[in-house]
């Protein structure tokens, strides 16, 4: 089964995430296997960067797939466990 890959990156705008859930939507709905998100570059997972990514997560669950977060910092975990989402997540073993 193959991973599709796409990178995470922290303080876009509005319209900059938009974007981003449209394409990730689009790998989703055509990938065959999980979908990582490379988050190697994301600093902190501020409000609009959680949206975003639970978003993403709760799509591909409707759709039968699974979002692995590979690479993120202790800082960008933390954020996901104080909001309470960690477990829309799979992660890398």
């Given at each position: 089964?193959?991973?599709?890959r796409l990178v995470v990156l922290g303080g876009l705008d509005l319209d900059a995430r938009r974007e981003f859930i449209a394409?990730?939507?689009?790998?989703?709905?055509?990938?065959?296997?999980?979908?990582?998100?490379?988050?190697?570059?994301?600093?902190?997972?501020?409000?609009?960067?959680?949206?975003?990514?639970?978003?993403?997560?709760?799509?591909?669950?409707?759709?039968?797939?699974?979002?692995?977060?590979?690479?993120?910092?202790?800082?960008?975990?933390?954020?996901?466990?104080?909001?309470?989402?960690?477990?829309?997540?799979?992660?890398?073993?």
């Amino acid at each position: 089964m193959m991973t599709e890959r796409l990178v995470v990156l922290g303080g876009l705008d509005l319209d900059a995430r938009r974007e981003f859930i449209a394409s990730a939507s689009g790998v989703i709905d055509k990938a065959k296997g999980h979908i990582k998100l490379d988050c190697a570059q994301l600093d902190v997972a501020d409000g609009p960067t959680l949206g975003m990514l639970v978003m993403v997560a709760r799509f591909a669950q409707r759709r039968g797939k699974q979002v692995v977060l590979d690479m993120p910092s202790v800082r960008v975990r933390r954020d996901l466990d104080e909001a309470g989402v960690t477990n829309l997540f799979a992660w890398p073993a």
